[in-house]
């Protein structure tokens, strides 16, 4: 049986796993028994008991008397929405800033190039650290906020502007669904009208404004009337309103200006790697560069970034952790008050590692079916 190779190949992997399975009922039953002694019970019971905690920034409502599982949730959210908006931002930025990288203007290649090595050489604790010690040294404090408009004040509180309000219903759910039906039917008749005659019409503009005026016509007709929560000072802090904290602008801009500078190399091998015979067939047709940029260039680049681009989304989910150094409650921050409250370590340490993988897995999931769609498909 040895001396077939298939044979061994199959046994050695069948003790590998049998090794495997015995270190981990070894590891599982020595914490277990430890746990026992020390009079720390397993389980997650826990997350049904009242969080008896605040969370001072939510996007979904939360009161100290809800169960950790909602603080969980809550913290949650907060990641998703912090990195969503690092995501957005630093994309943007970093096409503009590898752009302006290739830039034939010293000035402008210059000043990109130094973002982009103080972004990619600086540890991003350290960048977030700076930049919240600096909202010390900048704003005013809260009795002397500055009102520079109606309403908003600027201080060490934060940012403080009028919250909108709308009350929502049938109407206000379908509005932006019949937006997206006049966008995906416009593209589909400017893609006929192209395939029949070689032009394509521009079609971006019209759709939003026909989209805008039944977006509004729908909202009249519905009886919407969005109320506008005016901010005004308390005994300690501003009441009402719309506040953004230090603490979540210092982690999204600290994040952006980070990521930005990874996305901007990016940025710029990808347009790189787009073969010198593209720009001279753009100038030979008569497009100006900046047509050459973004109708032949960038699409072309998006297929070579976009791998990478991945790696650097996982990692601004998983740098979303570090607002724990500047005070913003987000799931890593929710699940270790969990932790010290309730002694239960690895159960807290468990559900950290499992919803990070499920994040990073799905986003991963989501732009590798993206890639492929993306990718030419050889014949």
Not at 152 to 170: A, E, F, N, Q, T
Not at 220 to 241: C, K, Q
Not at 324 to 337: C, L, R, W
Request: aromatic content about 8%; charged content about 10%; proline content about 5%.
């Amino acid at each position: 049986m040895l001396n077939n190779a298939r044979h061994r190949a199959v046994a050695f992997q069948a003790l590998l796993i049998a090794a495997v399975v015995g270190a981990a009922y070894i590891l599982v039953t020595a914490t277990a028994a430890n746990l026992k002694a020390r009079g720390i019970p397993l389980g997650f019971d826990f997350l049904f008991r009242p969080s008896n905690f605040t969370i001072s920034e939510t996007l979904l409502p939360f009161s100290p008397r809800d169960p950790n599982w909602w603080a969980i949730v809550v913290g949650i959210v907060n990641t998703l929405f912090v990195s969503a908006v690092v995501i957005m931002l630093s994309s943007a930025m970093g096409l503009l800033v590898g752009i302006g990288r290739l830039s034939g203007n010293p000035l402008l290649s210059g000043a990109t190039r130094v973002w982009v090595e103080v972004a990619r050489n600086t540890p991003v604790i350290i960048l977030l650290i700076f930049i919240y010690s600096m909202w010390w040294k900048i704003l005013p404090p809260f009795r002397d906020a500055a009102n520079p408009l109606p309403g908003v004040y600027i201080s060490l509180r934060g940012l403080v502007m009028p919250k909108v309000s709308v009350d929502l219903s049938l109407a206000a759910w379908l509005m932006p669904l019949a937006a997206l039906v006049i966008t995906v039917a416009a593209h589909g008749l400017a893609t006929r009208y192209q395939n029949k005659t070689g032009n394509r019409p521009p079609y971006a503009l019209f759709t939003a404004l026909v989209s805008f005026v039944i977006m509004v016509t729908m909202a009249i007709a519905s009886g919407l009337s969005p109320e506008i929560e005016w901010a005004v000072r308390g005994r300690a802090n501003f009441e009402g309103g719309f506040q953004l904290t230090p603490e979540l602008t210092t982690i999204l801009v600290g994040l952006s200006i980070y990521t930005t500078g990874f996305i901007a190399e990016i940025v710029r091998g990808g347009i790189l790697a787009v073969g010198k015979g593209q720009w001279e067939a753009g100038r030979a047709i008569g497009l100006t560069e900046a047509k050459i940029l973004r109708l032949v260039i960038v699409p072309q680049t998006l297929r070579v970034i976009l791998p990478p681009l991945t790696s650097q989304y996982v990692n601004v989910v998983k740098n979303s952790t570090l607002a724990i150094a500047v005070g913003y409650q987000d799931f890593m921050t929710i699940v270790g008050t969990i932790i010290n409250k309730t002694s239960h370590a690895i159960e807290g340490i468990a559900i950290i590692l499992g919803v990070f993988l499920f994040l990073n897995l799905l986003l991963s999931g989501v732009l590798n079916v993206v890639n492929r769609r993306m990718a030419i498909v050889e014949r």
